[in-house]
């Protein structure tokens, strides 16, 4: 899966001499987290809501209501941005965007093709449209954890097993056991009723747990 299958293609940019009261006024409206700046069609920063925050004077201030509103009046974006964005291009693996985005630690990704933004990449785009199907989230059907069922051999027996009851999976993956070096395999299958597998993999001497998980 490549970023441009992910990522948010709508995006709503704004210019470096925006007012920072705008672009709190925009952030709000959409409820958003933040803003890439855009001049003349090429990305020059990005601005976030926890900046916008950081730029209003402190409650401590001396200075009136209208003396604090006329100072963010002449406040842009510009003078708080971040400028040096880190962006990814919209054809590669999203696995090596989130590693990207880990190892730089931040939230979202403006997507660049040339100069132009194209997209925007962030947790939740990776949370909803990735994470929620493969762990379950929203999806009917049971799921089973198969511990130390992520070997070869012991793949091949459950994918037998499923078969011979003519079961359809829906995902299929396996994650590393926290308590042994072995894989466990977990199967989410769209059934209602898994009685009968769980009853036959552990006739074959598989220790098999069904994991519960809100439809």
């Known amino acids: 899966m490549l970023v441009r299958d992910v990522m948010t293609s709508n995006v709503i940019t704004i210019p470096s001499d925006t007012p920072v009261l705008e672009a709190e006024r925009i952030l709000a409206f959409h409820k958003f987290e933040r803003l890439p700046i855009v001049d003349k069609g090429k990305l020059v920063g990005l601005v976030t809501k926890d900046d916008l925050l950081k730029a209003e004077p402190s409650s401590a201030t001396s200075l009136s209501r209208g003396e604090l ?11 708080i941005m971040k400028k040096n964005v880190v962006t990814v291009p919209p054809d590669i693996p999203v696995e090596l965007a989130t590693a990207i985005a880990q190892k730089n630690r931040v939230g ?17 785009d990776i949370f909803y449209k990735i994470l929620n199907p493969l762990f379950g989230i929203g999806e009917t059907g049971k799921r089973i954890i198969i511990y130390e069922g992520g070997e070869r051999d012991k793949m091949q027996k459950v994918l037998e097993s499923i078969n011979k009851l003519d079961l359809k999976i829906k995902t299929f993956w396996t994650i590393k056991s926290p308590d042994t070096d072995k894989n466990d395999l977990i199967v989410h299958l769209d059934a209602e009723d898994i009685s009968q597998l769980i009853s036959e993999l552990k006739k074959l001497g598989f220790s098999v747990e069904e994991r519960e998980f809100i439809p």
């Open 69 to 79: 509103l006329y100072l963010l009046s002449k406040l842009t974006v510009k003078e």
């Open 108 to 124: 979202c990704l403006p997507v660049v093709e040339g100069d132009r933004v194209v997209g925007i990449l962030t947790t939740n």
